[in-house]
Each structure stands twice: as structure tokens, then as C-alpha cells.
């Protein structure tokens, strides 16, 4: 692993190969945070959000999981 920093940016080189699951999510969680870093939504519209697609995929999906 290879960590250099510039004036603007941190860079991490890792190999390839090997990445674990582990590292994914974290790099999963990094480009969430800064997707998100900018966005003016309040915590009351995401859980409402959040509600309105688990409501919509339980509509989807219920006749498939209960028989």
C-alpha cells in the first residue's frame, strides 16, 4: 500500500488483488460520505425516503416471500 498526500488530495494505491470485503465497504462508506457531504436534505426527509422504498419493496416483493 502506497499512501502519498498533495496539497489538494490524499492518494492510497493498493494492490489489486486481495481486497477484502472489509476494504470495499470502506471504500464504499468514503464515497458515500462524499456524495453526501454537500447535500442540504434534513434527517426527517431521508427517513421518510427510506420508509417510502422499504414500504414500495415490500409491496414488490411480499407475494414472493410469504406463501
Excluded: C, H
Excluded at 7 to 34: A, H, T
Aim: glycine share 2%; charged share 45%.
Amino acid at each position: 500500500m502506497v499512501v502519498e498526500r498533495t496539497k489538494d488530495e490524499v492518494i492510497i494505491r493498493l494492490p489489486s488483488k486481495g481486497i477484502s470485503d472489509e476494504v470495499q465497504d470502506f471504500l464504499d462508506y468514503l464515497i458515500f460520505m462524499e456524495t453526501t457531504s454537500k447535500s442540504k436534505a434534513k434527517k426527517k426527509d431521508i427517513d421518510r425516503l427510506v420508509k417510502d422504498i422499504k414500504k414500495g419493496w415490500w409491496k414488490k416483493n411480499r407475494s414472493r416471500l410469504i406463501r
